[in-house]
């Protein structure tokens, strides 16, 4: 078995190239960093160095040996990580979204979950089955079902998108629009709006978007401005929403299109389905139609 401090030593010197830059990187003497290296070198039986006067570097053998060194330490980090995560997850269900809606809805209600819930903040993973292997996540809302045979997946409800429009716009008149019918419109957005944010900008390409990343400065704009701005059916839970009172002009339009309804997922593995039923059972039952 390699040591570890071996393994770390011969990966840093890969990167700075000099036993000096070694040395300080660790924050170790040059002379422990080259009788370090000797030892790897003997207890693995070959010859990673390349000796010449006042010049030490690796042979080929040598930067095959860093880079295996380098995954080594990768896999056991993440295999600590887990350890971690996993003894971190038996006592706190961490829950985490792609997307503000169910995070918005579960806020709503914390107080009728379990104490031990803590609700994290939105997440941009392009690796959900691993974040939640990992348990990084015990539970964790997407827009997709997360596949893997560990993972099981339940639609908690589905997310609508509609716009809001000052009441005197002629398209105001109409009880549901398309986002065909709001192209070249400006729009007053929050940054963080997960997946939501492509869609909007792939349905209706020749509009322009300003984004807010406080929620404080959206609801100044809307309120002394007559930018439509987006809700879904989730908005009425959200506390943190444009309240109705500062935006009594405005029309609240459903948008038909099929891009603007999403489905939620609940993914989490199925050794913790015990742990997180009683907030997937919650969320599909008070989640708005």
Partial sequence: MLDTYLLKELVTFAQAGTL???????????????????????????????????????????????????????????????????DASQRVLKVGAILPGPLAVLHHFAAELPQNVTLLPLVDTATPAENLLNSEYSLLFTNQPVVDSRIENQLVGTERLAVNLNQFMFQANQSTITFAELNNLSFVVLSDIGPWRDIIQQQIPKAKF???????????????SDFPYFSTNISQLDDNFVAQSTTHNRICL???????????YANYLRSNQAQVASIVSKLKSVWPV
């Fill in 20 to 86: 000096a830059q070694t040395a300080r990187l660790l924050n170790v003497t040059q002379p422990t960093v080259t009788r370090g290296l000797q030892k790897l070198e003997s207890e693995l039986g070959v010859t990673l160095f390349d000796r010449q006067p006042n010049r030490l570097s690796l042979t080929a053998t040598g930067k095959l040996a860093a880079n295996e060194a380098a995954t080594l330490l990768q896999a056991q980090q993440l295999a600590v990580n887990r350890i971690h995560n996993f």
């Fill in 254 to 264: 459903p948008i038909t299109d099929e891009t603007a309804q999403m489905p939620i």
């Fill in 210 to 224: 300003f984004y807010q990343k406080e929620q404080d400065a959206l609801r100044e704009i809307t309120q002394y």
